[in-house]
Protein backbone atom coordinates (compact mmCIF):
# COMPACT_ATOMS: atom_id res chain seq x y z
CA UNK A 1 0.00 0.00 0.00
CA UNK A 2 1.41 3.56 -1.21
CA UNK A 3 0.45 6.57 1.01
CA UNK A 4 0.45 9.99 0.04
CA UNK A 5 -0.74 12.53 2.91
CA UNK A 6 -1.78 16.14 1.96
CA UNK A 7 -2.99 19.01 3.33
CA UNK A 8 -0.62 20.69 5.67
CA UNK A 9 0.70 24.25 5.78
CA UNK A 10 0.45 27.44 8.25
CA UNK A 11 -2.51 28.03 9.73
CA UNK A 12 -3.34 30.54 13.06
CA UNK A 13 -4.14 29.54 16.45
CA UNK A 14 -7.57 28.76 16.54
CA UNK A 15 -7.87 27.63 13.09
CA UNK A 16 -8.67 24.41 11.41
CA UNK A 17 -7.16 22.20 8.44
CA UNK A 18 -8.10 18.86 6.63
CA UNK A 19 -5.78 16.17 5.80
CA UNK A 20 -6.18 13.88 3.15
CA UNK A 21 -4.09 10.71 2.92
CA UNK A 22 -4.58 8.87 -0.30
CA UNK A 23 -4.06 5.36 -0.55
CA UNK A 24 -2.81 2.51 -3.15
CA UNK A 25 -1.86 -0.49 -4.17
CA UNK A 26 -3.25 -3.56 -2.45
CA UNK A 27 -7.00 -3.47 -1.59
CA UNK A 28 -7.10 0.02 0.94
CA UNK A 29 -10.81 -1.33 2.31
CA UNK A 30 -9.26 -4.37 3.86
CA UNK A 31 -6.54 -2.22 6.09
CA UNK A 32 -7.45 0.35 9.43
CA UNK A 33 -6.06 3.38 8.59
CA UNK A 34 -4.57 5.76 11.31
CA UNK A 35 -3.14 9.01 11.85
CA UNK A 36 -0.20 10.25 14.08
CA UNK A 37 1.92 12.99 14.45
CA UNK A 38 5.57 13.66 14.99
CA UNK A 39 7.76 16.55 16.37
CA UNK A 40 11.67 16.52 16.84
CA UNK A 41 12.77 14.93 19.61
CA UNK A 42 9.77 13.63 20.62
CA UNK A 43 8.02 9.78 20.05
CA UNK A 44 5.44 9.48 17.71
CA UNK A 45 2.19 10.56 18.68
CA UNK A 46 -1.36 8.61 18.10
CA UNK A 47 -4.29 10.69 16.97
CA UNK A 48 -6.56 8.40 15.31
CA UNK A 49 -7.54 5.26 13.66
CA UNK A 50 -10.62 4.04 11.90
CA UNK A 51 -11.67 0.66 10.72
CA UNK A 52 -11.48 -0.76 7.07
CA UNK A 53 -15.39 -0.44 7.04
CA UNK A 54 -14.93 3.28 8.44
CA UNK A 55 -17.48 1.94 11.45
CA UNK A 56 -15.61 1.66 14.35
CA UNK A 57 -13.46 4.79 15.32
CA UNK A 58 -10.68 5.50 18.08
CA UNK A 59 -8.93 8.36 19.45
CA UNK A 60 -5.85 9.34 21.04
CA UNK A 61 -6.33 10.81 24.68
CA UNK A 62 -7.43 14.38 24.47
CA UNK A 63 -7.76 14.34 20.66
CA UNK A 64 -11.46 13.71 20.38
CA UNK A 65 -13.48 17.08 20.16
CA UNK A 66 -10.74 19.10 18.32
CA UNK A 67 -9.80 15.97 15.82
CA UNK A 68 -11.85 13.84 13.56
CA UNK A 69 -10.88 11.13 11.28
CA UNK A 70 -13.45 9.81 8.17
CA UNK A 71 -12.37 8.08 5.11
CA UNK A 72 -13.51 7.29 1.50
CA UNK A 73 -13.08 4.02 0.55
CA UNK A 74 -14.74 4.85 -2.81
CA UNK A 75 -11.65 7.48 -3.06
CA UNK A 76 -9.06 5.17 -1.20
CA UNK A 77 -8.55 8.28 1.05
CA UNK A 78 -8.76 9.26 4.62
CA UNK A 79 -9.15 12.34 6.23
CA UNK A 80 -8.55 14.26 9.61
CA UNK A 81 -10.44 17.26 10.16
CA UNK A 82 -8.75 19.56 12.78
CA UNK A 83 -10.90 22.47 14.40
CA UNK A 84 -9.52 24.95 16.95
CA UNK A 85 -5.55 24.33 16.15
CA UNK A 86 -2.86 24.78 19.49
CA UNK A 87 0.65 25.82 18.88
CA UNK A 88 1.55 22.94 20.59
CA UNK A 89 -0.40 20.82 17.41
CA UNK A 90 2.87 21.86 15.41
CA UNK A 91 4.01 18.54 13.63
CA UNK A 92 4.72 16.37 10.95
CA UNK A 93 1.23 14.20 10.56
CA UNK A 94 1.35 10.89 9.00
CA UNK A 95 -0.97 8.24 7.80
CA UNK A 96 -0.91 4.78 8.19
CA UNK A 97 -2.11 1.89 7.17
CA UNK A 98 -2.36 -1.87 9.29
CA UNK A 99 -4.24 -4.70 9.92
CA UNK A 100 -6.63 -3.13 12.50
CA UNK A 101 -7.45 -0.14 14.61
CA UNK A 102 -3.92 -0.29 16.42
CA UNK A 103 -3.40 2.71 18.61
CA UNK A 104 0.16 1.21 18.42
CA UNK A 105 2.52 3.08 15.57
CA UNK A 106 4.48 -0.27 15.57
CA UNK A 107 1.75 -2.39 14.30
CA UNK A 108 1.16 -0.50 11.59
CA UNK A 109 2.28 -1.55 8.05
CA UNK A 110 2.61 1.06 5.37
CA UNK A 111 3.62 4.46 5.65
CA UNK A 112 3.26 7.61 4.15
CA UNK A 113 5.50 10.35 4.15
CA UNK A 114 4.31 13.30 6.33
CA UNK A 115 2.51 16.39 5.94
CA UNK A 116 3.87 19.45 8.25
CA UNK A 117 1.61 20.95 9.91
CA UNK A 118 2.47 24.63 11.22
CA UNK A 119 -0.12 26.39 14.03
CA UNK A 120 1.38 30.12 14.57
CA UNK A 121 0.63 33.54 14.50
Known amino acids: VQLQASGGGLVQPGGCLRL?????????????LGWFRQTPGIEREFIATISNDGVSTVYGFSMKGRFTISRDNAKNTVYLQMNNLKPEDTAAYYCAAGPTTYMNDRLYTYWGQGTLVTVSS
Open 20 to 32: SCAASGRTVSNYA
